[in-house]
């Protein structure tokens, strides 16, 4: 009795052990996006500059239709965004919490939607990398014999 009350807890113990690392250990990427957004038939336009700031560090500077990234290990994510709306207007620093879904590994996040006050659906979306696809001229392996025909030896080395 007592060995499979070990062999129980021992179980016990690594199914907690297992939970906490899926919720605290997994590694995610947020890539934010500066691009216009079409939502329900209006268009939030893209800002000057977007300055992302993660733990006191630019981790991005974003002009308008730009593309930055962070990585971050845990299920929420907090970062800065200093935006700079027209040019010549002073930046305005807002800070930003967000919590990643437990199955997305990148996550993107239209700025001009989150800083509109959009829905969570409106403005985030996950991210799939883009198959590139390969043609026949592609995949044709060029052989070169270096000056050495059939028949031919290379001599002595």
């Known amino acids: 009795m007592r060995k499979i009350l070990f062999r129980v807890g021992t179980v016990v113990l690594l199914l907690a052990i297992a939970a906490c690392m899926m919720v605290i250990g997994r590694g995610h990427t947020v890539y934010f996006d500066n691009k216009k957004l079409e939502y329900e038939g209006q268009t939030y336009d893209t800002y000057r500059r977007i300055n992302v700031i993660v733990n006191g560090e630019q981790v991005a500077k974003l002009s308008a239709r730009d593309r930055g990234m962070a990585t971050f290990t845990g299920q929420s994510f907090s970062f800065d965004l200093e935006i700079t709306k ?18 997305q590994d990148g ?6 939607g989150l800083l509109a006050g959009l829905p969570e659906e409106a403005y985030t979306s996950e991210f799939v990398p883009v198959a590139v696809e390969t043609t ?5 392996i060029v052989t070169e ?11 002595d080395f």
């Open 86 to 103: 027209e040019k010549g207007d002073d930046p305005v620093t807002n800070t930003y919490h967000i919590k990643v879904p437990y199955g």
């Open 145 to 155: 014999d270096f000056g050495i025909g059939e028949g031919e030896t290379g001599g």
């Open 136 to 140: 026949e001229e592609d995949e044709e």
């Open 107 to 112: 996550t993107v996040l239209n700025l001009p």
